[in-house]
């Protein structure tokens, strides 16, 4: 009886772990292919805030009116490890 009660939670416990991976390979997957609803609020807004070129140009492209600004805000440690 345990031996069968083991193996129960066993393939509950999986079916649980597959799930999961499911929904992050779902969410993963809608992420990739995302980027409209970014997209939309740089074309509706009037102002933003960046640190890099890259940050500038990819703006820029979406939303050539938007008024830049340069924020160099440090970054934590781990970000230059």
């Given at each position: 009886?345990?031996?069968?009660?083991?193996?129960?939670?066993?393939?509950?416990?999986?079916?649980?772990?597959?799930?999961?991976?499911?929904?992050?390979?779902?969410?993963?997957?809608?992420?990739?292919?995302?980027?409209?609803?970014?997209?939309?609020?740089?074309?509706?807004?009037?102002?933003?805030?960046?640190?890099?070129?890259?940050?500038?140009?990819?703006?820029?492209?979406?939303?050539?009116?938007a008024?830049?600004?340069?924020?160099?805000?440090?970054?934590?440690?781990?970000?230059?490890?």
């Open positions: 009886m345990e031996n069968m009660q083991n193996e129960i939670y066993t393939f509950i416990k999986n079916i649980e772990s597959n799930m999961i991976e499911i929904n992050n390979n779902r969410r993963f997957s809608t992420n990739l292919t995302g980027g409209e609803n970014e997209k939309e609020i740089i074309r509706l807004t009037g102002h933003i805030t960046g640190r890099t070129a890259f940050d500038r140009e990819g703006t820029g492209q979406v939303n050539p009116k008024e830049y600004y340069l924020m160099n805000e440090t970054m934590r440690g781990s970000f230059y490890e």
